[in-house]
């Protein structure tokens, strides 16, 4: 008999981090930490290089490496070729990697129901 897969809810990254972001040159650098230690196993499942990759494909980015901070529950994403050039440049002030979490912190999440109350944020968008 197959087992039953156990109900998940499906919310926004920020629900179970937050991120912080800077920039050097051409080249983002966009931190994700996770709100709770039994979040961390979810964020290096699901944010793989790809996805991340693949969240930015309209930045081009020439390569996308990723960072495992497992005592403190993070990662580190460094995006290259994504700033237009950089600060000094780019013609569009948004494009620097200061704005840049917020796109990766909509990504989808899959989250056990029973973790659910480690999130932050409205609960769930299944």
């Not at 495992?68 to 994403?77: D, R, S």
Request: aromatic share 6%; hydrophobic share 45%.
């Amino acid at each position: 008999m197959a087992a039953t897969p156990s109900p998940t809810i499906t919310v926004p990254l920020w629900h179970a981090a937050h991120g912080r972001t800077g920039d050097k040159g051409n080249r983002a650098n966009i931190s994700v930490i996770g709100w709770a230690p039994a979040l961390y196993p979810l964020l290096v499942e699901q944010l793989t290089e790809a996805a991340v990759a693949l969240a930015f494909v309209h930045r081009r980015p020439s390569r996308v490496q990723r960072f495992e901070l497992p005592k403190l529950q993070a990662m580190n994403f460094v995006l290259d070729d994504v700033l237009d050039g950089g600060v000094n440049d780019a013609l569009n002030l948004d494009s620097h990697g200061k704005s840049l979490s917020f796109l990766l912190l909509e990504l989808p999440l899959v989250v056990p129901a029973s973790l659910a109350p480690l999130l932050r944020g409205p609960r769930s968008t299944a």
